[in-house]
């Protein structure tokens, strides 16, 4: 089945240290997205990919980097992680990233990553 | 400031009887929503959603009903199935906003159906 896949399912890491979630997807859809969420709040996206034209929010910390280096992989990267970003992270890709407006694709999410800061 | 909201985190059905998860929203531009329904350690998955230009939309027994006049949408279940038991975000999407057409998400509502 295609699908969206997430690895690892669960990271600890050093307060401090550098740490990389992966995204694969067999979809071959063109945008994929990083979305953090905490415990009780409401996914928060972080920045996506439509193709390989890299979107930041505004408000995603600088500590945030991701990478593309091909339609079937996303990296995020988390340069000095703090308390604070201890959360579930969740990938997810759609096709067109709803750019037409005449293509409703929903995204189709992975199972995520729960991050763990020590 | 939220643009879309869930205001009651948690909902409690019997089986058999109707599910109705309510979701508000402050920007009347969105065009589109969706129903994500999310079971513990599993990604969201994509339930059904509705364009801006109709009221109603169903999916066997599922459907969702938008009251644009009011910012209002709600997702029916019908009957309910213990199954069903899971947490559901609303979503919505800006398409000619500041977000590239990207979702906004509420915090969710977690469904809890009793045999």
């Known amino acids: 089945d295609a699908m969206v896949i997430q690895n690892p399912r669960y990271q600890v890491t050093q307060f401090g240290k550098p740490v990389t979630l992966s995204c694969s997807q067999t979809l071959n859809h063109n945008v994929m997205y990083w979305y953090q969420q905490k415990s009780s709040q409401a996914p928060k996206l972080l920045f996506h990919y439509y193709d390989k034209d890299f979107n930041n929010e505004a408000d995603t910390p600088d500590n945030f980097q991701s990478r593309r280096p091909n339609t079937s992989f996303c990296f995020l990267d988390i340069r000095s992680p703090g308390l604070g970003d201890a959360a579930m992270y969740l990938c997810a890709t759609s096709s067109s990233g709803g750019r037409s407006f005449y293509s409703n694709q929903p995204q189709h999410f992975g199972d995520g990553t729960r991050l763990s800061i020590l | 400031d939220q643009q879309v909201k869930q205001n009651s985190p948690s909902l409690s059905v019997q089986e058999g009887r109707i599910s109705i998860l309510n979701c508000d929203y402050t920007n009347s531009m969105f065009d589109y929503f969706l129903w994500y329904k999310k079971y513990p350690a599993e990604g969201p998955t994509f339930l059904i959603s509705?364009?801006?230009?109709?009221d109603k939309n169903e999916d066997g027994r599922f459907t969702v009903f938008l009251n644009k006049s009011a910012k209002h949408l709600s997702l029916h279940i019908v009957p309910s199935q213990p199954g069903d038991s899971a947490v559901y975000f609303c979503a919505a999407r800006d398409f000619y906003g500041g977000s590239q057409g990207n979702l906004i998400f509420g915090k969710g509502t977690k469904l809890s159906v009793k045999p």
């Open positions: 509705i364009s801006s230009i109709k």
